[in-house]
């Protein structure tokens, strides 16, 4: 055997040492332990309890707190919930701090060219002989999840073969360990594994011998969690291991592997309770007028003393009377009994006030409705400095790279058309104020004359002229008076 192949296998025995009884104590014979154990059934009643055989004491109680602890662990799992409150779909997703104790079947697909074999220099190709196309693939895991998203697993495969050529008898075998993550949020998890371990043979010394390479492994699958307990598992690995020859590099084997797994650590919750049909009981003031439902006569009516129902003279029963209502036929407040049409005090009435119970927000976008819009993106990206739009050296004629940046803001001025806009031109502090001033309002009505044109009407749009008595930068550097000279947008409330 390789020194290399020796130093793993006596990392991996040692492993084994502290990995043993943890593995043991959760099955002792290698496979997952029972949800529960079965109560014992009871003894049936004699007629003569003279003739019931004694037992020792000891013996006796021992077997009496067996009994207890079944009968404890029963009841308690029959009160766990089903969850049939909650859909299929989101019934058993995973939980944190899972464990998943599991078995698989299936099939490898052996590389032809693995190196699982020991060297002898006196045999043909030094012993090296190709195994079958398929072995058939069996083993147990077990897995920890601290998080519903991820989790670690260790593994132990056998997979029982022959060589390709001969028909000889040969045993492969795997351990290895894996991270997993998967998708929590259904009872169907797709996942992904990837992790390392020992791929190894062991056969008759004249056959392939014994060996141990290194190997690294890929996957995916899905798990389907069919209850509290149960879960189906479907595996699709590639077994990455070395190649046969000296700096060979790796070479791939593939496994499918259909499994099943006992799960324990799922939250001991019971389902939801469904809500109960609203009642009405005699302590309820279902209209609101002061008089509880048990002494009103009009329990579903606001009304006035004596029995609770509407007065003849208050028909609406909003304690406005007779010719004190303006609206008799509906409840209102001060001062004349009518409905509030602006409860939200925005300016915007009823019935045109779509929503009454939240004030308008004037930002210049749909403020007639009465509801608190939000500028659109496409607006706000045309709001304030337009990048982009330029002129000719102190003059008011637009740039041609100006021009499409202006057919942008005429396909969004179009989309909103209800939106009136202010376009204020800016200049930097260079030459004399007045001439400013006059170049700056020139280059706003340029711009106006250019969004006009092309479909903008005139009444949507004002102009003004700032000249240099609004910079965003300093004016003492090129860079600061070319950010001064600007064409600003504004929606107008």
């Known amino acids: ?56 004491p000891g013996i006796a109680g021992l077997s009496g707190r067996g009994k207890q602890k079944v009968t404890s662990i029963t009841s308690d799992d029959e009160s766990l919930s089903r969850r049939t409150d909650r859909p299929w779909v989101q019934r058993w997703a995973p939980e944190r701090n899972m464990i998943e104790l599991g078995v698989f079947a299936g099939m490898l697909i052996p590389a032809r060219d693995l190196e699982l074999f020991q060297p002898r220099r006196t045999r043909p190709r030094q012993g090296f002989l190709p195994l079958a196309t398929i072995a058939p693939d069996v083993g147990v895991r077990v897995g920890y999840y601290p998080l519903r998203f991820l989790g670690v697993e260790a593994e132990g495969a056998y997979m029982p073969t022959t060589t390709l050529e001969d028909g000889y008898g040969a045993h492969l075998w795997a351990a290895r360990g894996h991270l997993v993550g998967q998708l929590p949020f259904s009872t169907i998890a797709p996942f992904v594994v990837v992790g390392a371990g020992a791929f190894g043979v062991d056969s008759n010394p004249v056959i392939l011998g014994q060996d141990i390479d290194q190997a690294f492994h890929l996957g995916i699958g899905a798990k389907l969690f069919i209850n509290r307990r149960l879960v189906a598992r479907l595996d699709l690995r590639d077994e990455i291991s070395p190649r046969r020859g000296l700096n060979a590099g790796a070479t791939n084997s593939i496994e499918v592997l259909l499994g099943l797994s006992f799960t324990l650590g799922r939250e001991r919750d019971r389902d939801g309770a469904k809500p109960e049909p609203e009642r009405v009981t005699p302590e309820r003031d279902t209209d609101g007028d002061g008089f509880l439902d048990g002494d009103d006569a009009c329990p579903k009516e606001p009304g006035v003393a004596p029995d609770g129902c509407p007065s003849p003279d208050d028909p609406d029963g909003d304690g406005f009377l007779g010719g004190d209502d303006a609206c008799p036929t509906e409840a209102g407040v001060a001062p004349d009994g009518c409905p509030d049409l602006d409860a939200d005090r925005d300016g915007v009435l009823l019935p045109t006030d779509l929503c009454p119970d939240e004030p308008e927000r004037f930002n210049g976008f749909e403020d007639d409705d009465g509801c608190p819009d939000d500028l659109p993106e496409a607006l706000r990206s045309f709001t304030g400095r337009l990048a982009g739009v330029n002129f000719e050296l102190s003059r008011s004629t637009l740039t041609k790279a100006s021009l499409p ?15 009136r806009i202010e376009i204020s031109g800016h200049t930097d502090n260079s030459g004399g104020r007045e001439n400013n001033m006059r170049l700056s309002q020139a280059r706003a009505d340029e711009v106006r004359t250019y969004l006009i044109e092309h479909g903008i009407e005139a009444s949507r749009i004002t102009t003004r002229g700032a000249g240099p008595d609004e910079p965003i930068d300093s004016n003492s550097t090129r860079d ?6 600007r064409i600003e947008f504004r929606v107008l409330e």
């Not at 990392?11 to 104590?25: D, K, M, N, T």
């Not at 940046?405 to 939106?419: G, T």
């Open 480 to 485: 600061g008076r070319a950010n001064n000279r």
């Open 1 to 56: 055997m390789p020194v290399r192949a020796r130093l793993f296998a006596l990392r991996f025995a040692a492993s084994a040492l502290f990995l043993g009884p943890a593995v043991a104590q959760a099955a002792p014979d290698g496979t997952p332990a029972p949800a529960e154990p079965a109560p014992e059934p009871a003894a049936k009643p004699e007629s003569k309890p003279e003739s019931k055989p004694k037992s020792k």
């Open 405 to 419: 940046v202006l057919d942008e803001a005429v396909k969004v001025l179009l989309q909103f058309p209800s939106i």
